[in-house]
Every structure is written in C-alpha cells, then in structure tokens.
C-alpha cells in the first residue's frame, strides 16, 4: 500500500466517521457524497445512489477466497497491535480503574460472541456496512487525540496516565500504519465481512 494509497484511506476513513456522528446528532442523514477520484482510489466502485443494485455475492465470495490468506494475516497482526497496546495500558490503571477496564472487557467480549453467533444471512445493506467498517477502524487506530480523550472520560485518566496512554497509542499507531503500508486494499476492505463468509454465501431474505 502506497503512501498516497494510506491518504486516500485515511481521508475517506475520516468522513465514515464525520458521516457517523452526524447520522446519530441530525435526523436528516443527507450529507453530500466523498470526491469520487478520492473514494475511487481505494475503495470499490461506489454504486449509483439512485439506482440501488443488488451484490454480486457470488464475485464477492471469490474475492475473500482470493484474498485469504492476507486477510487472515491482516487480522492477526491487528489483532496482535490491539493485544499489546491492552496490556500495556492496563499497567497504568490503578486498582479501581482496573476493575472497571476488565469489566468493560469482558462486556465487549460477550457483545462479539453473540455476534459471531448469529448465523442469519446478510442483507446487503449489511454488507455494504461491513465493507465500510474497516475505513472507521482505520480511522479509531492512526489518530491519536480522539482515543486518549475517549480513555481520559471513560477511567478518568489523571495527567501522568495521559501522558503514558498518549505513549501507547502513539506506538500503537505507528505499527498500525507500518501494518497497512504493507497490507494489499483488499485484505483491509473484506476483513469485517471474511470471517462472515457464510452468512453472504446465503441469499438475503
């Protein structure tokens, strides 16, 4: 992945965030649409707004078999950076801080365990979210204020803590980026809806 290529990812990344927070603060979702020559360098062909059409499943399922085993390695090594940088914060915490960061850990591990027990058939809409995801993931692991703000709420961080999270996430970033530098498009792309394979075989009901 070329440094342009990050840009382009990044850009895009940051407006599926902006776009994010307006849905849930304004009941009018219409926003105008990224640059197209921006959207294209990365992401899939856009389909026209006005004219919804159905997914190729089938050429989907191709793709992620096509891809992977890089997506199976993209997935680990991100799943490797997550783990390092949760074991060094929670060094920083302290025993009531602790308490509460385990709690909310196993709440979001039993949140991911019921959605990976759910078997039912993607809708495309659906899809469409799960191929838009990885672009707010990227955006949550290469910037690094609005994450130290959100753990400085949520464990009420005091300065010395901040400093040394900043620390974290900033090492965290950098591996990050080193990660996608090397990671082809698609591997990034259909890493949400891979491990869901089987639920887009299934036509939508």
Same mark, same amino acid.
């Given at each position: 992945?070329?440094?342009?290529?990050?840009?382009?990812?990044?850009?895009?990344?940051?407006?599926?965030?902006?776009?994010?927070?307006?849905?849930?603060?304004?009941?009018?979702?219409?926003?105008?649409?990224?640059?197209? =020559?921006?959207?294209?360098?990365?992401? $899939? #062909?856009?389909? *026209?707004?006005?004219?919804? &059409?159905?997914? +190729? %499943?089938?050429?989907?399922?191709?793709?992620?078999?096509?891809?992977?085993?890089?997506?199976?390695?993209?997935?680990?090594?991100?799943?490797?950076?997550?783990?390092?940088?949760?074991?060094?914060?929670?060094?920083?915490?302290?025993?009531?801080?602790?308490?509460?960061?385990?709690?909310?850990?196993?709440?979001?591990?039993?949140?991911? =365990?019921?959605?990976?027990?759910?078997? $039912? #058939?993607?809708? *495309?809409?659906?899809?469409? &979210?799960?191929? +838009? %995801?990885?672009?707010?993931?990227?955006?949550?692991?290469?910037?690094?204020?609005?994450?130290?703000?959100?753990?400085?709420?949520?464990?009420?961080?005091?300065?010395?803590?901040?400093?040394?999270?900043?620390?974290?996430?900033?090492?965290?970033?950098?591996?990050?980026?080193?990660?996608?530098?090397?990671?082809?498009?698609?591997?990034?792309?259909?890493?949400?809806?891979?491990?869901?394979?089987?639920?887009?075989?299934?036509?939508?009901?």
């Amino acid at each position: 992945m070329t440094q342009r290529m990050f840009i382009a990812l990044l850009t895009v990344a940051m407006f599926a965030a902006g776009y994010a927070v307006r849905v849930l603060t304004d009941g009018d979702p219409h926003v105008p649409p990224p640059p197209a =020559a921006l959207a294209n360098e990365f992401a $899939a #062909p856009q389909p *026209d707004p006005k004219a919804k &059409r159905e997914i +190729d %499943r089938a050429k989907l399922v191709g793709e992620i078999e096509k891809y992977r085993q890089e997506i199976e390695a993209y997935r680990t090594q991100v799943d490797e950076i997550f783990a390092e940088f949760d074991h060094e914060f929670v060094q920083t915490l302290n025993p009531a801080q602790r308490e509460k960061y385990i709690t909310n850990q196993k709440r979001w591990a039993d949140h991911e =365990a019921k959605r990976k027990a759910d078997l $039912a #058939p993607l809708t *495309d809409d659906d899809i469409n &979210r799960a191929r +838009d %995801r990885p672009l707010t993931d990227v955006y949550w692991m290469v910037t690094v204020t609005p994450r130290l703000d959100q753990l400085t709420k949520e464990y009420s961080l005091d300065s010395a803590q901040q400093t040394s999270t900043r620390s974290l996430l900033t090492l965290r970033r950098n591996k990050f980026i080193a990660l996608l530098d090397g990671a082809p498009s698609p591997s990034v792309r259909l890493s949400r809806l891979a491990p869901m394979i089987q639920r887009v075989v299934a036509p939508s009901k």
